[in-house]
């Protein structure tokens, strides 16, 4: 178990496959904001040359590269079912619960349809709401 530095958030093992994941800690409500994706700001056209997962686009000119390990954002995991979802604000972006979120629940967010064909459709999706 990963201890974080956010009260409402902790980093631990998700569900097989899909390493860790980001759970509450307390109850959530619907419409708070949990936590924010932090990273280093690269030009959208530098970031489509990266390797990395992580990266969240703002807008045609920036992208968030979100891969260090102190974005606890980064642990949040794709579901087709999400619980929680991204707004842009001033040029950040704030991860906030769609739902009443429970203690020990899985924070989750729908990466978007390019992301789930690249990364997540060849290898299956592992969302709850999937592996029904």
């Keep these: 178990m990963v201890r974080t530095l956010c009260e409402q958030v902790i980093v631990r093992r998700s569900r097989p496959g899909l390493g860790r994941g ?32 992580y990266l969240l686009e703002l807008d045609e000119h920036w992208t968030i590269d979100g891969s260090a390990r ?11 079912s999400p619980n929680c979802e991204g707004q842009l604000e001033s040029g950040r972006v704030f991860i906030h619960a769609t739902c009443d979120i429970k203690k020990d629940e899985e924070l989750t967010l729908d990466y978007g349809d390019e992301y789930f064909d690249e990364f997540i459709r060849p290898r299956g999706c592992k969302c709850e709401r999937c592996l029904r």
């Design 70 to 80: 102190d974005n606890l954002a980064r642990y949040i995991n794709h579901s087709c």
């Design 22 to 53: 980001l759970f509450a800690t307390r109850a959530l409500r619907a419409g708070g904001c949990i936590v924010e994706y932090t990273g280093k700001r690269v030009p959208t056209a530098h970031a489509d040359t990266l390797k990395t997962r």
